[in-house]
């Protein structure tokens, strides 16, 4: 799996680590949400994705629902991710 790590401060004005990513295994994306070491959200325990994983559209509507957007960068990442089937790799983005 590609991961994407950028930091963002959420609507109440929590600071979060985002990590999003592509998975090649199921062939969808992912998003998790910590607060330091306290995980806040994880697409992999939100039953509304599964089995079937989550697309570049919810990663966005997701982070949206805590006041975060998706920097430009790791958004254009995302969709190389996914075109390409992308090799696992880990890439640290600016703050959004």
């Known amino acids: 799996m590609t991961k994407h790590i950028h930091q963002g401060t959420t609507a109440t004005g929590e600071a979060v680590t985002v990590e999003t990513g592509w998975e090649r295994g ?30 570049l559209g919810d990663v966005i ?5 805590f006041g975060l957007t998706l920097p430009g960068s790791v ?3 995302l969709q190389r991710d996914q075109a ?3 090799a696992p790799y880990i890439l640290r ?4």
């Open 84 to 86: 390409t089937d992308a």
């Open 75 to 77: 958004h254009t990442a």
């Open 93 to 96: 983005h600016p703050a959004a």
């Open 61 to 65: 509507t997701v982070l949206g629902g």
């Open 26 to 55: 199921r062939q969808c994306f992912f998003v998790t949400l910590y607060a330091g070491q306290e995980v806040r959200y994880d697409s992999d325990v939100d039953l509304r994705f599964f089995p079937v994983g989550m697309t």
